[in-house]
């Protein structure tokens, strides 16, 4: 009997061992056919992170020699496998259950000093060393240039905490949509679930900043008003003292307060846009995304209002516009920054159409010419991780838009990175010509562009973290001629 | 090509392991794995392919000599050649740059330090190929007549680059007289398996932590805490077991699969109870590789005690020099051969004698061989001596949010890596199977059978999804 039951529970081993070998054989198996076999099935661009994937490598004999050319195949067979979105999502799931991440500290701020402002206004020769707190400009031209006060750029280079890549054009339901990656959010922390960038900052590219807005307000005196709008992190605004305390948060006032110094130092002729103070009055408010590092629409809308403040024109009210809803929307801290736990707290993506027009063109870098489109447009259709996209197309080199309703010859230039991408729509029903420039990849005059004009409204409208980085600055620089 | 990437589990074994089984004469399937070897190390840079041809050819004709000639001058004479090829290839190519430097250093000479890229396995190889010619010198195993055959044996992809260092005599049989069963199969499955999750999910988790907690990069220095430092230094002690015993599963693992019995390579080393079990448990074919053809031919302790010493010390100079051309390893080794010392002078006994100073064994193995990490993981004395510093909240605070938060987000996975080095998983399994079996519970009995066959494929599914966000992920052993 027992003998019986041995011989039995032999043949059951036996089938468990054969079972093993062909399930990790159909696994090898299925790998292989998507791997080796379904080549079609091989994604070029990866919607998840906002980037092209890796090419198939060139074979030159140099390449194959030295070993490049098959590690190539090792990274692009990898980075192309097919249904890697869906597996990354899988990944990114399982990563959940690691532990508790309600809340993730990743970071805890560290960058340059801010120095103190009175020094650097004590330093300038002028008698009125009082820059602008409110929203006054400052009536006197200037009468020296960053050279003459010996206040010459910190010329200390700093890694890089922004990253920008491109990709290619991609279609959904028929229509085409353009695209560039928005900017990176550097370190991020989420605490309940939402992300918050925990800002450091960079003196030497505030000063590079500074110099570049002044440069254009002097080389445009008396033919263009220049403003600047500087944009805090949602972790200024939305997080508790204990937790900017707790996280060694810089306090962005303070680094407003810089940029305004050093740009006052550089030109006179600056007019800046105070948003802080507003947008702490609505931090109650849906002003910044959950899920992302921009801020909403809702959020650019009160800095619309100050600037319509600044520059003498009346804002339309909130209820003037109608909304677009392009439902719920999962942003760079999750797609980028890998917190799956912020799936859990999706952001919803809400836009606002302008009153007077909505159509605008662009510049569309593929074709190699101007493209229509829409400045606020409905993102339900489009993937989860690309709301943001629908507001002007996202990171466009140069687009513009025209008020039917106006014909006074008015003109206003927004040279922008990706958070003026929802805050430029307002403007158009004050003008009878819109410009936006993403001077990250722009490369034409900007003094040239306004001089085609009378009279343009110039507004540098940028986020801190953004502009954090030398190497942006440097391409600030090359469109501030 | 690394054994953690999709390329090499679904464009190279699979088609290998068919083409393999679809082939049932012995040479052939010989001759297979042989191109797939010549393969997998040509996909590395196929330049570095000709020295590995070169130094099988001078073992093999050198062995052949060995064994030919009835002189043994002349025996010793071509094992000195062998050693002196053997040695002075492994020299130009892996120290030549870390002795130029110090010469530079000390007398201003060379001007310029050559830059030779360290061919990858050079390390394996060439102590594989020199134990297989000692160990015919010695008679202990047979010559091996066909050079083809030699080749396949240093160049073999289960183990070429990065062990576990397999002796000839160990294989030797095998090379000619294979036999597979299924038993080996699903034993080499479920190896593998349990090796590449190790590798690509908890390995490559722990670094993660590792890498944001105790950073590589002197820019990242100033912001670094005392307590992210211990906890980012426990995540390397995980990781680096985890990586390196990986890779030993899914070699042992693959060479089960089609019927070579490598011997193991570790065996759960953060068990041990002194320094000296420690280096019983890791990397096994490394310590018996300078234990049988350094310490013992030394002498090892048959030499008084003053001997001994010097034996262990060139061991233990040797072992660090081993594992990388830089100073801190050397420190390593030497670290390791002070408290091997102290030991076997004063207290190695002392730790196996009650359950107390067992447990206090333990504790102390374990922090000998976590500060041992620290000193393996930063080749840079500067980048050294400030997280030592550091560690005690010497130039940086303690406390440290980051350290916290990564804790309690990877709680669970922490718990799961330190389960993972330790044998409860595997003393579970033959406890239950053990049990189930005695008390006749044959359906428990093959619940586990079951568990055994459905777990490698999980296994192979998980860690592929960990790999395809993950494109570039080399051993840490690689570098050696």
């Known amino acids: 009997m027992e003998q019986e039951t041995k011989k039995k529970q032999k043949k059951r081993t036996y089938f468990f061992r054969t079972l093993c070998i062909m399930l990790f054989s159909a696994v090898l198996a299925l790998g292989f056919v998507l791997g080796c076999i379904l080549f079609p099935l091989r994604p070029t661009e990866s919607q998840l992170e906002n980037r092209k994937l890796t090419q198939f490598p060139k074979f030159t004999m140099e390449s194959f020699l030295s070993g490049d050319f098959t590690s190539g195949i090792s990274t692009w067979f990898a980075d192309t496998f097919p249904m890697r979105e869906g597996l990354l999502k899988a990944e990114m799931n399982l990563q959940n259950l690691y532990g508790f991440r309600k809340d993730s500290i990743?970071?805890?701020?560290?960058?340059?000093?801010?120095?103190?402002?009175?020094?650097?206004?004590?330093?300038?020769?002028?008698?009125?060393?009082?820059?602008?707190?409110?929203?006054?400009?400052?009536?006197?031209?200037?009468?020296?240039?960053?050279?003459?006060?010996?206040?010459?750029?910190?010329?200390?280079?700093?890694?890089?905490?922004?990253?920008?890549?491109?990709?290619?054009?991609?279609?959904?339901?028929?229509?085409?949509?353009?695209?560039?990656?928005?900017?990176?959010?550097?370190?991020?922390?989420v605490k309940d679930l939402v992300g918050y960038c925990v800002y450091g900052f960079n003196r030497a590219a505030a000063d590079q900043y500074a110099i570049h807005v002044g440069k254009v307000a002097e080389l445009l005196k008396g033919k263009a008003r220049v403003f600047e709008l500087l944009i805090p992190n949602n972790s200024a605004i939305m997080l508790d003292d204990e937790t900017k305390a707790a996280w060694k948060l810089l306090d962005e006032k303070k680094v407003i307060q810089y940029f305004k110094a050093m740009t006052y130092q550089q030109s006179k002729e600056v007019k800046y846009v105070e948003i802080y103070d507003t947008l702490a009055a609505h931090a109650s408010e849906y002003l910044y995304f959950k899920t992302d590092h921009h801020w909403t629409m809702l959020g650019a809308y009160y800095a619309y209002v100050c600037y319509c403040e600044q520059a003498g024109i009346t804002p339309h009210a909130l209820s003037d516009y109608t909304v677009v809803d392009s439902g719920p929307f999962l942003g760079s801290y999750y797609k980028t920054n890998g917190y799956a736990q912020l799936q859990d707290n999706p952001?919803?993506?809400?836009?606002?159409?302008?009153?007077?027009?909505?159509?605008?063109?662009?510049?569309?870098?593929?074709?190699?010419?101007?493209?229509?489109?829409?400045?606020?447009?409905?993102?339900?259709?489009?993937?989860?991780?690309?709301?943001?996209?629908?507001?002007?197309?996202?990171?466009?080199?140069?687009?513009?838009?025209?008020?039917?309703?106006?014909?006074?010859?008015?003109?206003?230039?927004?040279?922008?990175?990706?958070?003026?991408?929802?805050?430029?729509?307002?403007?158009?029903?004050?003008?009878?010509?819109l410009i936006v420039i993403d001077y990250r990849y722009n490369t034409d005059s900007l003094v040239e562009l306004a001089w085609k004009y009378d009279s343009p409204d110039i507004i540098f409208c940028n986020n801190l973290e953004a502009i954090s980085d030398l190497y942006v600055m440097e391409q600030l620089g090359d469109n501030c001629r | 090509m690394v054994f953690s990437s999709l390329l090499f589990i679904f464009a190279f074994l699979a088609p290998q392991l068919l083409i393999y089984f679809l082939l049932k004469d012995p040479k052939q399937r010989n001759i297979v794995l042989l191109v797939f070897s010549l393969v997998f190390y040509a996909w590395g840079g196929p330049v570095y392919l000709l020295l590995l041809v070169i130094e099988c050819f001078t073992s093999w004709f050198t062995a052949r000599e060995i064994e030919r000639t009835e002189f043994p001058k002349l025996k010793k004479g071509w094992l000195i050649l062998e050693c002196v090829v053997m040695i002075g290839l492994i020299f130009i190519f892996k120290y030549t740059g870390f002795f130029a430097w110090n010469l530079q250093k000390i007398f201003g000479w060379p001007k310029v330090i050559p830059e030779i890229v360290l061919p990858i396995g050079i390390s394996f190889y060439t102590f594989q190929l020199l134990s297989y010619v000692v160990d015919v010198y010695r008679?202990?195993?047979?010559?091996?007549?066909?050079?083809?055959?030699?080749?396949?044996?240093?160049?073999?992809?289960?183990?070429?680059?990065?062990?576990?260092?397999?002796?000839?005599?160990?294989?030797?049989?095998?090379?000619?007289?294979?036999?597979?069963?299924?038993?080996?199969?699903?034993?080499?499955?479920?190896?593998?398996?349990?090796?590449?999750?190790?590798?690509?999910?908890?390995?490559?988790?722990?670094?993660?932590?590792?890498?944001?907690?105790?950073?590589?990069?002197?820019?990242?220095?100033?912001?670094?805490?005392?307590?992210?430092?211990?906890?980012?230094?426990?995540?390397?002690?995980?990781?680096?077991?985890?990586?390196?015993?990986?890779?030993?599963?899914?070699?042992?693992?693959?060479?089960?699969?089609?019927?070579?019995?490598?011997?193991?390579?570790?065996?759960?080393?953060y068990t041990a109870g002194t320094v000296q079990d420690f280096w019983r448990r890791w990397h096994i074919s490394?310590?018996?590789?300078?234990?049988?053809?350094?310490?013992?031919?030394l002498g090892g302790n048959r030499k008084g005690k003053g001997r001994t010493y010097i034996n262990m010390l060139v061991v233990w100079f040797l072992t660090g020099l081993w594992h990388g051309a830089s100073w801190n390893y050397i420190l390593w080794g030497l670290y390791y051969f002070v408290f091997l010392s102290f030991e076997r002078l004063f207290f190695g006994d002392v730790l196996k004698r009650s359950t107390l100073t067992k447990a206090l064994g333990h504790v102390y193995t374990l922090f000998v061989v976590f500060f041992g990490w620290v000193l393996f993981r930063y080749t840079d004395s500067k980048m050294l001596f400030e997280v030592l510093k550091g560690m005690f909240g010497i130039g940086h605070s303690f406390g440290s949010p980051e350290a916290g938060s990564m804790l309690i987000n990877n709680i669970f996975f922490l718990i799961l890596a330190v389960v993972a080095v330790l044998p409860v998983g595997k003393k579970l399994r033959e406890m239950l199977r053990k049990e189930t079996w005695k008390n006749q519970q044959l359906i428990l009995y093959n619940a586990l059978n079951a568990i055994d066959a459905v777990l490698p494929a999980l296994l192979m599914v998980l860690s592929v999804l960990a790999l395809v966000g993950n494109s570039y992920n080399p051993f840490l052993y690689f570098q050696f």
């Open chain 1, 106 to 189: 990743s970071a805890i701020a560290d960058g340059d000093d801010v120095p103190d402002i009175d020094d650097i206004l004590a330093s300038m020769d002028e008698e009125e060393t009082v820059p602008p707190e409110t929203s006054e400009t400052p009536e006197t031209l200037p009468t020296e240039t960053a050279a003459e006060t010996g206040t010459e750029p910190v010329t200390e280079t700093e890694e890089s905490t922004t990253e920008e890549t491109q990709t290619e054009p991609e279609s959904v339901n028929g229509e085409e949509m353009y695209r560039m990656n928005p900017q990176e959010a550097g370190a991020v922390n």
């Open chain 1, 347 to 433: 952001d919803t993506c809400i836009g606002y159409e302008p009153v007077s027009t909505n159509d605008f063109s662009f510049y569309d870098r593929d074709a190699g010419t101007m493209r229509n489109g829409k400045l606020v447009r409905n993102m339900s259709e489009f993937d989860i991780a690309l709301k943001y996209q629908g507001f002007i197309y996202g990171d466009t080199a140069y687009s513009e838009a025209h008020n039917p309703n106006l014909s006074d010859g008015s003109c206003c230039i927004v040279v922008k990175e990706s958070f003026g991408n929802c805050f430029a729509p307002f403007l158009i029903d004050h003008y009878e010509t």
């Open chain 2, 139 to 269: 008679g202990e195993v047979e010559a091996q007549p066909r050079f083809w055959k030699v080749l396949l044996y240093a160049s073999l992809f289960h183990q070429c680059i990065a062990g576990p260092i397999v002796r000839y005599k160990t294989v030797a049989d095998e090379i000619d007289h294979r036999e597979i069963t299924t038993r080996d199969i699903a034993e080499g499955v479920r190896r593998f398996s349990v090796g590449l999750a190790k590798k690509a999910i908890l390995a490559n988790g722990c670094a993660t932590i590792a890498d944001k907690l105790a950073p590589l990069s002197a820019e990242q220095m100033s912001s670094v805490h005392g307590a992210g430092l211990w906890l980012g230094m426990f995540a390397y002690m995980l990781q680096i077991y985890l990586d390196f015993s990986a890779y030993s599963d899914m070699a042992i693992g693959m060479g089960r699969m089609v019927g070579f019995h490598y011997l193991e390579n570790f065996d759960y080393p």
């Open chain 2, 286 to 297: 490394l310590s018996t590789f300078f234990r049988d053809y350094i310490y013992i031919p």
